[in-house]
């Protein structure tokens, strides 16, 4: 292992607040690069999303989503709990403000893993948030990815193309965009935007 690549994985990344979101069309990776740049940074926070959809296989309620009920979720709103939300696929999905709050408090790097519909609605409320877009290498090879989810029915699965269109569609929104071809160097490409937005002058 390289001296670069052992202080990549030591030195613990603190005390600069920052925002970063990470989108992608569903298949496109973001949840495994999110866990994989967590791996190596376990001070890195993660926005836990709350969600009304059901669980798939292997998630964990407060592991992977907030899951709650349409109620629950209805209640949230009212109180104005959430940062940014959105009705996707006939659920809801939200990011709460208590998130947020912790990450400047802390002054940690906290990882956002949302679409780009609620990505924009967080911009425009947090103008310094940092925001990736994963690339699939190919259409072919994300619609390859959605289609081999054995979750899902035929319905689900071609609803999911058609708003993995869209949100590609919409990548320009985005200040990067890396392509997840390799997921070794997709992860560096993400950890290297970090460090530089870490880095950049405050003032």
């Not at 940062?83 to 809801?92: K, L, T």
């Not at 290498?137 to 058609?162: C, F, K, M, N, Y």
């Not at 869209?166 to 071809?181: F, K």
Request: charged fraction near 30%; glycine fraction near 4%; charge should be positive.
């Amino acid at each position: 292992m390289s001296a670069a690549r052992a202080n990549t994985t030591t030195h613990r990344w603190t005390g600069v607040p920052l925002l970063v979101v990470i989108s992608s069309p569903s298949g496109g990776g973001k949840s495994t690069v999110i866990r994989r740049l967590r791996q190596r940074h376990p001070e890195f926070l993660y926005s836990l999303s709350v969600t009304t959809r059901a669980k798939r296989a292997g998630e964990r309620q407060g592991q992977h989503y907030d899951f709650v009920t349409d109620i629950a979720f209805e209640q949230l709103i009212k109180k104005k709990q959430f940062v940014e939300w959105a009705r996707v696929h006939s659920d809801y999905y939200g990011t709460p403000k208590k998130n947020i709050t912790r990450a400047r408090r802390m002054k940690r790097v906290l990882l956002f893993d949302i679409d780009v519909q609620g990505a924009a609605t967080l911009r425009a409320g947090e103008p310094s948030v940092v925001s990736i877009f994963l690339l699939p290498p190919s259409w072919a090879v994300l619609r390859d990815r959605l289609i081999g989810r054995a979750s899902e029915t035929a319905e689900q699965q071609r609803q999911r193309l058609r708003t993995a269109r869209q949100e590609l569609a919409r990548r320009s929104e985005y200040e990067y965009w890396v392509t997840n071809d390799d997921l070794a160097t997709c992860v560096s490409d993400c950890e290297a935007i970090i460090r530089a937005e870490m880095l950049r002058n405050q003032e």
